[in-house]
């Protein structure tokens, strides 16, 4: 069934191109008709029927998300920014600390 829907949409497209010389609603329907039937033959089969299911439950799910408030995003992005800084500083010290061991001390550059 999902094969018999990607047909229909194909079906529309070769529609849309093969009305070329037609008005633009007449070659827009052809593609409008081709998809719409496709996607509903597509949903009522196996798989679509499975992929409905599935977005409800998704739905339900996203439903139930506590989302943060205006504070606690804020708060929680400063974090994240504090942590990016003192890392940025730590790698920064560690690479001149290891380059200044290298060049300084064992090899003796200047």
Do not use: H
């Amino acid at each position: 069934m999902v094969a018999a829907g990607v047909l229909l949409v194909l079906a529309g497209f070769v529609g849309f191109f093969w009305l070329g010389s037609q008005e633009w609603y007449v070659r827009g329907a052809a593609l409008a008709i081709g998809v719409i039937a496709g996607v509903a033959v597509g949903l009522l089969s196996a798989p679509g029927k499975g992929f409905i299911a599935f977005a409800k439950d998704s739905y339900k799910e996203v439903r139930k998300v506590v989302w943060p408030t205006r504070k606690e995003a804020t708060q929680t992005t400063l974090v994240v920014f504090a942590f990016v800084l003192i890392m940025a500083i730590f790698l920064w010290l560690s690479d001149k600390s290891i380059e200044w061991m290298i060049f300084s001390v064992i090899l003796g550059w200047k």
